[in-house]
């Protein structure tokens, strides 16, 4: 009896725990146009990262713009089927101030280079460190995207694959 008794109010008490985050994320209340997000928190930008071909990539050089961070790994299927609709964002919207930033979770990146030519990855690519992860994480699932507003804050946490239309929503009002 005591073991259902505590076993229940560990359920009760994870549901509680969670129950915000899982109603916020299923959310389709995005800011008006012009407006900016409620924000999670600040961004931390102080990060240079090394991109696909080795050089330093600077977090902080894109303050001012609306980042979407996303954590992905190449053998992720639903990561893999984000990108082409990642790609045909940035596109369109990179002259808006709009950039994704890829963060391979893999711990090698060898064969990244043939591999983003291969999707048509345009976006920046960088590869994952531990102090990236500390802060925009913990990332317990891929894909995981991250957006950031133009004034560093924190807007959004994505699980799971991000439609078109799910990313349109989100950023529309960013932009």
């Known amino acids: 009896m005591k073991k259902w008794m505590?076993?229940?109010?560990?359920?009760?008490?994870?549901g509680l725990f969670t129950l915000p985050t899982v109603l916020r994320s299923g959310s389709d209340d995005a800011?008006?146009?012009?407006?900016?997000?409620?924000a999670e928190g600040q961004a931390n930008l102080d990060?240079?990262?090394?991109?696909?071909?080795?050089?330093?990539?600077?977090l902080a050089d894109q303050k001012g713009k609306v980042v979407l961070l996303n954590f992905w790994a190449t053998w992720?299927?639903?990561?893999?089927a984000e990108i082409p609709e990642f790609v045909a964002?940035?596109?369109?919207?990179?002259?808006?101030?709009f950039v994704i930033v890829g963060v391979l979770t893999e711990?090698?990146?060898?064969?990244?280079k043939a591999f983003a030519a291969d999707k048509k990855m345009t976006y920046p690519?960088?590869?994952?460190?531990?102090?990236?992860?500390?802060?925009?994480?913990?990332?317990?699932?891929?894909?995981?995207?991250?957006?950031?507003a133009?004034?560093?804050?924190?807007?959004?946490?994505?699980?799971?694959?991000m439609s078109a239309e799910q990313l349109e929503r989100e950023i529309k009002s960013l932009l």
Do not use: W
């Open 6 to 14: 505590l076993g229940g109010a560990a359920a009760l008490a994870l």
């Open 31 to 38: 800011p008006r146009e012009g407006a900016s997000c409620t």
């Open 47 to 58: 990060f240079t990262l090394k991109d696909m071909h080795g050089a330093d990539f600077k």
């Open 76 to 80: 992720c299927a639903p990561c893999l």
């Open 89 to 97: 964002a940035y596109e369109e919207k990179k002259d808006k101030g």
């Open 107 to 112: 711990d090698s990146g060898e064969n990244l």
């Open 125 to 148: 690519i960088v590869m994952m460190t531990p102090q990236l992860e500390d802060a925009y994480g913990p990332i317990f699932g891929l894909p995981t995207s991250v957006i950031i």
């Open 150 to 161: 133009r004034d560093g804050s924190v807007c959004k946490r994505h699980f799971g694959p």
